[in-house]
């Protein structure tokens, strides 16, 4: 029992527990919570006081998380495309079969047909261009392109 009365030991294996965590979990938390105990492991190692492991372990830990979490937004971009139908927002397609006024018609967007209602329930013919702006279900809701 002697082996874990020095309290670097308990610093580092606390360190090795959150490192191991982290690896199970996303976001970086635990990675700076491991970094910094391991840290404060070999700091107590030096300077055997409380107050200054505690001190180095708050220090290092919050260092450790301003860091990672910039690396985190630069590799986690917000720059990702839709996918499913949530793509077709903001494509254009044609209009294979009429779309009656507040009634549904059919558009054919980049290969495939769907159903389809007027934004602003009007009238919208065969062959006219439109713009999806949103889904409804497994229906699109479009407007007009006007030429």
């Known amino acids: 029992?002697?082996?874990?009365?020095?309290?670097?030991?308990?610093?580092?294996?606390?360190?090795?527990?959150?490192?191991?965590?982290?690896?199970f979990t996303p976001g970086f938390l635990f990675l700076s919570f491991g970094v910094g105990a391991i840290i404060t492991g070999l700091a107590a190692l030096i300077i055997p006081s409380l107050t200054f492991q505690i001190l180095t372990f708050a220090?290092?830990?919050?260092?450790?998380?301003?860091?990672?979490?910039?690396?985190?937004?630069?590799?986690?971009?917000?720059?990702?495309?839709?996918?499913?139908?949530?793509?077709?927002?903001?494509?254009?397609?044609?209009?294979t079969q009429e779309i009656p006024a507040n009634e549904k018609g059919y558009v054919k967007i980049g290969g495939e047909e769907w159903a389809a209602v007027s934004k602003?329930?009007?009238?919208?013919?065969?062959?006219?261009r439109v713009t999806v702006n949103n889904i409804d279900g497994n229906k699109v809701i479009v407007t007009l392109i006007e030429e």
Request: hydrophobic letters at 50%; charged letters at 25%; proline letters at 1%.
């Open 1 to 23: 029992m002697e082996l874990w009365s020095d309290p670097w030991i308990i610093w580092v294996a606390i360190g090795i527990i959150c490192i191991i965590i982290e690896i």
């Open 59 to 95: 220090i290092v830990t919050l260092i450790v998380f301003i860091l990672s979490r910039k690396f985190s937004k630069k590799l986690i971009s917000n720059n990702y495309e839709e996918t499913n139908v949530k793509a077709l927002i903001g494509k254009t397609g044609k209009v």
């Open 120 to 128: 602003d329930n009007r009238e919208i013919k065969k062959d006219a």
